[in-house]
């Protein structure tokens, strides 16, 4: 059995040695800083959950390749059952994290790749598809952590990346060698790569002729020489680096989503890391197979499960202040649980509704309208459910003092009785879900939701791509009997 | 093979005499009448698609209850496979009728009751279920169409039907006899039953004790003595007989959906045809079985199918004034078929999610939760889509002239110029598309959709009954560590 | 005093014979056609008002271009107070008809041409101006009823005017003569004009060079040789003809909106009449100037009324079941009551913060982004208010029986019973206030909405083109305290 | 004139003394610490806009009172055009600072105050006026920043004040002194007092009989003897104590709003500050006139200052990316305008529609249903506001690193070429609007907006209360000309 311990994997971490920089200075440790340790304990919850005997249904898979039983996280799916599967897994690992489980953006990247390798090397014989094997096999049995970048910062929009004055502001190969390739640019919003042990890069978007340095994908240590990772800096980055105690904060372990920028200084990639150079008209595949993929995970699994997290603190508040039969607030509630089980089902639609694609590769990956569809949904349902949350957890939910004043004598007796609603409910577990949905409600996930998988544009543009509106144009014709010109007379 | 001709169907009305008014007069005809003759078009068409191979698979079934195939409207569901097919043929009859297909209540009224019979018999030791496989067999065998009845007058809202100084708000047993039951009262909003060869009754809503006159389940020939139906008349039903030539009409061949009040004036019903009299316990159950497979039909599978209609129509209008590249009716169109495709996987859902209920009785019957979502969000979608038609379609959806100016020799080549947006396409085509898009946007679907299966509120209460929020809070608690009071001190 | 009798404008309009067909036929007589009818109350109740005391002051004003008091309805406004009064007017006669004043359109025309006749003179050195207060002191003085006109069919809307095969899609001048011009094409969705005196003509849409034939603005009376009205024919239309009493009817004596194509085919207006012609650079500004003043009105006041209306029938019906306390009805009429109000302080903020245009010339118009943003909202808080009605109003507000049915011996007893909801209320009433929810949830009035005052799209464009950032980036640069490229170093 | 510099505020702070806590420690000086030092700032920039000549005309205003020329938030509105210049102090005040003028409160409470007070005079007899006059005049005098309180923490709320186990959950009078009063309690989410001079205390909610000690309005000295100030302490304070420099944050002088729980242990207010104390019956009229005063302000126009600089960063956002031809961009920047105008003319409209209150008084207060309606929409569209710019913002609003890294030798290349988006916009630049409306799409606005002046349900409540139907119902009674039960026969 491929499966890494927790322990080994934090064991692990400790030999790789990224650059990373937040908030204007070096962060030495990884595992010790308090911000990417969140990063950290959300990527070792999913090695403990694959072991333990209630999640491992969820979280492991028997793998046809390695012929044993592997996180699912490093699984290509090759049924409608696995991506049914997939879909429940990103419910559940949300639902407990609260944040990103960092594995995701590689496990979808892994979809994307399998299939397109197969395809290229079908079409143009190239011998991708084994590579990435390789490389998948090794992921799957060392048991590693695989984080994805795709987005990149971009020059001006009016204009063609060749047209750029600063070519590297979409990444770009500046040299092939006969070992390899050395790349140059940057990924930006990339999520908890520094606390994996694999980044796999693929590129932004669509290429075309002429853009062949462009055309890129592939995979590279995570303390590859030439990498840096420059951290956000969020309010919720200061608070937690100025806590005392982890457990005044509003998701304690796990922290909200970490991400960097990528900085690829001349990073040299081994060709047999390489998986796509070149082949402009691929490019294209990559992104639209990873974004599907992607969009019914963020659309329909993930934010089903952060949405519970949000419905259980709204109910609580609800109960601490006896309110339980307010009218309102159960049709609010209604809407919540609305929302969530609208976003649940688009997700699995999405899988049910999935195909192998290609045909022959084996690979299976979900409806491409539907997948969309998720996203572009859930855009809106997860905004409606942070403002339903903010108007029932109340003005508290951004005033509330901190957890400290507890502790401190001079106002833990006022906190104690004015912050209870005459309750018999703690002033702590109180004050902590008033914290929870603090994060939720007045934090970065609005945005997030918005751009995670991409911003609502590129879902709209796919939607458009996939329907061509014949059969809808059919039905209306055969109902009304619409004749032809021929037949009406001049 | 059980299956009628659609002529054989026709035929087979020509043998009932139902009770019917229309705008003041008696119906003498229900199959010459105008009006009443789109319920026989559609109904019609359920058996013609039986017997086309194109659509075999879609509407037909083999039936373990008689071992022969049958047609799908007549099959209760006992799987999952069936749950989905069922809601494929949803969506497949309402794109191609454009209205309702009218053997779809007394088709969900039958899981209902196959659910409910069989636990009553299993709890009571009555002897309903076999009674209704009895009812069953010979709609299968002899290819029935079966309507159903269910929402009543009722009287003032804020007292019990005990209350109400007249009785028959409700409909009510007014004599029990050996050889059967005497009711009286109305139904009312019953789609096409005076062209159906039965009409299935259900109670309202649930009952508790000193309602068991309420408490009625049973099937009745929809020509039985004492049964009136007095029908709607819009100003669709107007346009109808109106009309010269039925192509003038926005959905020519089967309508809008027509409806009438059933009163039963004294109706005597023989026990074999009882399927439930006085177990008050068990009303609300086979109201809340019929809600669930009533709302995913009406929430996520008929609706898809008229709004691809509706987008249909839109698209040719776009086409037709040289607009396909106008990025705001294309933004149009993308919320278009996100919402229908929002619909199509709730209903998917609540068929995938579906279960056999109660265990043992072999009937499958959706998942209450998404059920009920499916119906909730379609209400909102569905005018959502009618409206953004509405923009779409333009002024002229509403001002159109009458097709008889066509005919007209002083108006014809005025309308020939003006309304054909110096397209190619003919005139005659393009008002009939304007005429359609009228049906949809500026007619009876907006209110029938909030109310088709129950209104909002309907939902928003099954809602709150299924969903207990215990996982959501656990999830919570466990995230957030929180304590018991004991483990806080005082 | 120059106010006609309500009796005297009927009468008036004996002497015209308007070309006017509707459904295939020809409509003899304006005023007996239950159809065209509908148009002769509704402009007739503006006669009528302005000679009640009680309604005088809304409906009259003191013309200082006569010296006389004249009906509102003629007047061009040339103050703040002026445009407040015509918003309040709008509400006024909205909710009375439950329809369009159709004097309305030629109203807001005037407001256009008063501005754009003025700056023409003062910038070109036209005669427009004292030509267009000559036409307007004789409708003042005459107190004429004036019909507008402005959208057209269009050909290919990716090409421009002069490049569609048929030139006429557009109305057009074919012949310049000494004593005036000859126009054809056609106008569509023309609101009345068949019962007015006038129709005041405005450019569809701004012009540029080359499309000199196209910059037309003028004044014809509605019977002018070469004059045919083609009318909307809806269910609707059908219905009323259908009717044996107007008291079936949901809105008896002034219907649903009604409107027509007006062809001109080789219309000759002398040039007294004339009051655009070939000045290209201010077709748009005619357009504009009208588009903001209709769309207060459009947006900000007349759907204020209709809502009313809506709002007021909802209410009576949620009593006849005795639901006066149910908190999810309650809510939705809190819902339909803040749309209502928004929609009035929108037509009262661009009515408050209009100005005069151009300076000197004495006329005030309403604000451009006040106005166009009134009709956007509208035009989604209309589509929700008729959605909530038709929640509120429940299956019968589409399924009611003809009110023939109280006059059947047969059905009467049933009727009665069954659709009073047991309460004290005349089932006539109850089925009438049905009846009007009908005509609103399931009638023509969304669609009109969204195109009444132009489409969605229409305001978006103007809200675009009135809003240039700067403000609001200055804001933005002051309190981050930007910096200049120079100060910031290399 | 009584207009204190800014830096004789700055200094007049220094005299005081409150007990303030923040982290679970003192905070020894609110004009040294970085969070409280924001509340300083905010109050100080309405001492500054008072004497510069620029805007002396928006923050000013000659009281009738004293006869001298005061700052506009200690006048009570007299006159329409007092409530449109406060309308569009409001708004100015907000666009400035990003965050609240902290003397908002109190100038809403004054206009409830004297009202309030006035009335009681009148009906009981009581001195009320008279000391509120005094107590007002010398704000004006001294010009002092007068803070505002409402809000209380509440038992639970199934229950009366009376029920609850702790009675101090509502603030309550535990003694009556000849010199004044003795109060105990708490009240909760209080912006900015404890850097104000005064704070004005109202009941939180209407009093019925038996509730006498919690009927209470009065004024005392911020840092009075038994007041405690427990500060909110969110990511954004931490943030702001982390910081290097104010120019690392999104809001760097003004920060976002600052709270604070502010106990009363037992703290005396002498009887000549006492406005209000037993009198149940005027509660609820404090509460209401407040209310309505409030919600034009939070509603229509704060809400509309905010939304300027949040559009004025998108904007800028958009350009430095290249997009300014992006059609979703542009639509979603006219949704954004078109929310921003709603709020603004119902802002108006409720000053435009305000009224004398009571008649006599001299005081003018908003329209109570356009009041409401202000804050009501606002809620909304604030959150949709917040959503559409962290579209338009991108992913990097939430992930961009610290304005430190332009500092850090190690990184600052890098952020330069990668966070420039090509353009020739200083890095700086573009990190800090990034930083902005980080502050204002993933902060504490959107619970705030619903919170601040009351949650949703307190409008709808209101509107509820204020809305009879009874214009609605003639409306229709009369078009449809219903009969009255006599005239309808048996």
Redesign the interface.
């Known amino acids: 059995m491929s499966l890494m311990s927790p322990e080994a994997f934090e064991e692990s971490l400790k030999s790789l040695r990224p650059r990373v ?6 962060v030495e440790d990884v595992l010790a800083h308090p911000v990417t340790r969140t990063v950290v304990e959300a990527n070792k919850a999913s090695y403990a959950w694959a072991q333990d005997p209630r999640y491992r249904g969820i979280m492991t898979v028997e793998s046809p390749l390695i012929g044993e039983t592997v996180n699912r996280y490093t699984h290509v799916s090759g049924s409608i059952e696995d991506l049914v599967a997939k879909a429940k897994a990103g419910t559940f690992t949300a ?2 994290l ?1 944040t990103c489980i960092y594995r995701c953006v590689g496990y979808d990247a892994f979809h994307a790749l399998a299939s397109t390798c197969w395809e290229m090397d079908r079409d143009l014989g190239t011998e991708y598809y084994p590579r990435f094997l390789e490389f998948l096999k090794r992921v799957q049995r060392e048991d590693l952590a695989v984080a994805g970048a795709l ?1 990149e ?7 063609r990346a060749l047209d ?3 070519p ?2 979409s990444l770009k190969v500046v040299e092939r060698r006969s070992d390899g390739i050395v790349v140059r640019g ?1 990924k ?2 990339i999520s908890g790569a520094y606390a994996s042990h694999e980044l796999v890069v693929l590129p932004q978007s669509a290429k075309t002729s002429g853009e062949e340095d462009y055309a890129l994908a592939f995979a590279v240590p995570t303390d590859a020489p030439g990498i ?1 990772y ?10 937690r ?3 005392d105690d982890i ?1 005044e904060l509003g ?4 922290g909200q989503r970490e ?3 990528v ?1 690829f ?1 001349d990073v040299f990639v081994p060709w047999e890391r390489v998986f796509h150079c070149g082949e402009v008209r691929y490019s294209g595949r990559l992104v639209t197979r990873f974004a599907k993929t992607h969009r019914m995970t963020c659309g329909g699994t993930c934010k089903v499960g952060f949405m ?2 949000i ?3 709204a ?2 508040i609800q109960e601490y ?3 339980e ?4 607030i ?2 609010q ?2 809407e919540m ?2 929302l969530r ?2 976003g ?3 997700g ?3 899988a ?2 999935g195909r192998e694609e290609p045909l022959g590769s084996g690979v299976f990956l979900p409806d491409e ?2 997948g969309n ?2 996203k ?2 859930i ?2 349902a997860f ?1 409606r459910v ?2 339903l949350a ?2 029932i ?10 957890l ?2 507890l ?2 004598p ?2 833990r007796a ?2 104690e ?3 209870s ?6 002033a ?2 109180i004050l ?2 008033h914290k ?1 949905l ?1 994060h939720w ?4 996930h ?3 939701t ?3 998988a991409g ?3 590129a879902q ?1 543009i796919m ?2 791509r996939v ?1 061509d ?1 014949q ?6 014709k ?6 032809e ?1 021929s037949e ?1 007379g001049s």
Request: with cysteine.
């Open positions: 920089f937040m908030n204007g200075k070096r639902e407990r609260g987005t910062p971009r020059g001006d929009r009016k204009k750029w004055p600063d590297y502001l940057a930006i919003n840096t420059i951290c956000q800096y969020s309010p919720y980055s200061a608070e680096e100025m806590a457990e998701n304690p372990l796990f991400t960097a920028m900085v200084d519970n997290l419905i259980g603190a109910r609580l202040k006896g309110l039969k307010a009218a309102h159960n049709d509630l209604t649980v609305t089980e609208t649940r089902a688009c699995l639609a999405a049910q509704m309208l539907m569809v998720s572009l949904n855009c809106n905004w942070m403002a903010g108007d957890g109340g003005g508290l939910i951004v005033t509330i003092p901190s400290k004043e502790k401190n001079e106002t006022y906190v009785e004015f912050l609603f005459g309750s018999d409910e703690p702590e577990n902590k879900v929870l603090q409600t007045a934090g970065q609005g945005v997030a918005w751009h995670g911003p609502v544009m709209k939607i458009q329907v509106f059969h809808e144009k059919a039905l209306v055969e109902l009304l009997r619409l004749k010109r009406v």
